[in-house]
């Protein structure tokens, strides 16, 4: 082995580095073949923010990510860290660093040695303390001399969190960081990851299919499906104004119920929906004649029994009949079957105000103005649903 | 008592697995130690029989003519063979596991030829090979390491593959988004991952090479291997030499065996 031949050899990241150096795609596309992984992204990432991308596997996210790393060349489009095009570099010249979804820590090295391997790439001889400074930081301080395949799953993730942010990139790339983990230690790391972005203020990129997660970390989060990006925003926004089926599905639960557009008002829009005027605010409104989808989240929704309901509905919807009731704890949820054969969801906190309804229960349906948005009918009202079940 | 021998039976069927274990470990040692012992043996003979005890052949191993001459012909042919095949297995195992080529599964099925075919019809077509070549005054030590590098060669791409293609190349990604250019990226991560299994194929190279009688005596000419001395000698009187060499390499390879066990779970304790 020649230690010390390419020492001399330092990688030289090509990019000025500091603070406000956005990244940008444009028009960047990618093809496998016949097969489109990427069309046509355009995107900003603001420099020091938590960025999401997130869809069901196969959309293309993974390979936006790679084509950011260069790990993958595009077939067309640029990429700009600041005000450099970064498209042609290769992997090591660029001031971005991944967390990758395996880890691929390095099994002959100790932990301390993998953590230092970008630093001393670049040249740094004296790395101790800085390894020792990040491996802190991971809470790893005392296990900087095992090996990774000694490391409990959890305990990987840090250390490849580590060495990629000693680096301090512009850019840091997490590739589904959290997929291999159980349920209980990935809320722990994701509270560990925004608390470590908040504290070092670099951009992190980060790609998962698990919405709860993009939700809970990200200030924003792309929605990304075959290749191309179907909203952007934060995650409230996105969720309370999704613009298609596809982000009202995939983020969270919805209920689209078929209707079209009768009158415009001045900030509302009229629907018919089975013979029932629902209103919904413009802002919300991202389709304003004819056929519509308008929509409902589960839990904005209020049960009454029949006849019985109170005020805090603008919109109500009658003569459902309760077919399914599943109490879980915190939460109950109910299945109630519309005149017109459409099964809706609501979820309804267990406050204990008022009993359970049971099944075959007639109720209303109501909820507020505000709470409704209308979609495009030309979309399909299932997209993104069977993804929402797989994840977690 | 037959409790007693209840539960005897029962001991030694829970043992049984052992106790075969033994046997088949006797079995393929006994030869073995029958080497150990004659390498003290006073006296030469065909019939391998112990005559009385003596250390003058491990003193002086050279004694019997000629042998240390053949053995040390055996250890140029054999290092130079095993350089030669690992090198050249190496390269030829990366181009095969990392990329893809025309004529790829030729040289796979390629590759496996000479492990498959018979030695003695590897050995005769060498021979044909040299004699028609006009090398038929030249055989010997060139002949010999040509020949022993084509055979070792199919042994190292196959163990040196085998070791690429269990290796994740997300690694050697992952070590150029760390900032390491394809120079050190190689030196650093995919080398040390895949030395083991070069060393491997390296002593099993040597090995076959050092071992090798066959092909060796059909492409030698007037040259020697030690294999081949010990075949000539054998017909007269097997001098307990032999003994001493043979032994030698046991404790050789032991020593080798135990020092990469050392070396490993030292590592697998820092």
């Not at chain 1, 722990?188 to 698990?210: A, N």
Request: hydrophobic share 45%; glycine share 10%; proline share 4%.
């Amino acid at each position: 082995m020649s230690a010390g031949v390419d020492e001399q050899e330092q990688a030289n990241p090509g990019v000025q580095r500091g603070p406000g150096n956005d990244l940008r795609l444009v028009s960047l596309s990618k093809q496998f073949g016949a097969f489109t992984a990427v069309n046509d992204l355009t995107l900003t990432v603001p420099a020091g923010s938590f960025f999401a991308l997130l869809g069901p596997s196969g959309c293309g996210k993974t390979t936006t990510l790679r084509m950011v790393a260069g790990l993958e060349a595009p077939t067309a489009g640029d990429i700009f860290l600041g005000g450099q095009d970064v498209t042609r570099l290769r992997p090591y010249k660029r001031p971005v660093n991944t967390v990758f979804q395996n880890y691929a820590l390095f099994p002959h090295l100790s932990v301390a040695e993998n953590v230092a391997f970008g630093l001393k790439r670049r040249g740094r001889k004296k790395v101790d303390a800085e390894v020792a400074r990040l491996l802190d930081l991971v809470e790893l301080g005392d296990r900087g001399r095992r090996r990774p395949q000694e490391l409990s799953g959890g305990q990987q993730q840090r250390v490849a969190l580590a060495r990629a942010l000693i680096n301090e990139p512009e850019v840091l790339l997490l590739d589904e960081p959290l997929g291999a983990l159980d349920l209980k230690l990935r809320r722990q790391m994701q509270i560990e990851l925004k608390r470590i972005q908040t504290e070092v203020g670099l951009t992190f990129v980060h790609v998962t299919h698990d919405q709860e997660e993009a939700m809970t970390m990200a200030d924003t989060v792309a929605v990304m499906n075959a290749g191309v990006i179907e909203q952007m925003g934060p995650p409230g926004e996105l969720y309370d104004n999704p613009a298609t089926t596809f982000v009202a599905n995939f983020l969270g639960q919805s209920n689209l119920v078929a209707g079209h557009v009768t009158r415009m008002r001045d900030d509302l829009v009229e629907v018919d929906v089975e013979g029932t005027t629902v209103l919904a605010s413009r802002t919300r409104s991202h389709a304003d004649s004819g056929a519509v989808w308008v929509g409902v989240r589960p839990e904005k929704v209020f049960l009454d029994s029949s006849g019985q309901t109170r005020d805090h509905g603008i919109n109500v919807v009658r003569a459902g009949r309760i077919c399914d009731v599943s109490y879980t704890g915190v939460s109950t949820q109910y299945l109630v079957r519309m005149p017109w054969g459409q099964e809706l969801t609501v979820f309804e906190q267990n406050t204990g105000a008022r009993e359970l309804f049971r099944v075959g229960a007639c109720v209303d349906l109501g909820w507020r103005a505000e709470h409704t948005f209308v979609l495009d009918a030309a979309q399909d009202a299932h997209a993104g649903v069977e993804y929402e079940d797989l994840g977690t | 008592m037959t409790a007693t021998l209840v539960r005897a039976g029962r001991w030694v069927t829970g043992h049984l697995v052992m106790f075969v274990a033994l046997l088949v470990l006797f079995y393929m040692f006994l030869p073995i130690m029958v080497v150990v012992l004659m390498s003290f043996d006073d006296t030469a003979d065909v019939a391998y029989q112990f005559n009385g005890f003596t250390l003058a052949n491990w003193s002086d191993p050279c004694s019997s003519y000629g042998m240390c001459d053949a053995v040390a012909k055996s250890l140029q042919i054999g290092l130079l063979a095993t350089v030669g095949a690992t090198l050249l297995g190496t390269l030829m195992a990366f181009a095969m596991a990392r990329h893809h080529f025309r004529g790829r599964s030729i040289a796979n099925v390629g590759i496996f030829l000479p492990m498959a075919s018979p030695e003695i019809v590897m050995g005769s077509s060498l021979l044909a090979l040299f004699v028609s070549a006009g090398f038929a005054g030249q055989l010997g030590f060139a002949t010999i390491l040509i020949a022993h590098i084509m055979f070792c060669l199919s042994f190292v791409v196959v163990a040196v593959k085998a070791r690429l293609s269990g290796m994740d190349n997300g690694l050697e990604q992952a070590a150029m988004d760390l900032y390491a250019n394809e120079w050190q990226t190689f030196w650093r991560v995919t080398f040390p991952l895949v030395f083991p299994g070069i060393v491997g194929a390296a002593l099993l190279a040597f090995s076959l090479s050092f071992d090798d009688y066959i092909i060796t005596n059909l492409v030698a000419g007037q040259s020697q291997t030690f294999p081949m001395y010990v075949w000539g000698v054998s017909r007269r009187e097997i001098p307990p030499q032999i003994n001493v060499i043979g032994t030698a390499m046991l404790l050789v390879s032991i020593l080798v065996v135990v020092m990469a066990e050392v070396v490993r779970r030292g590592r697998n304790r820092a």
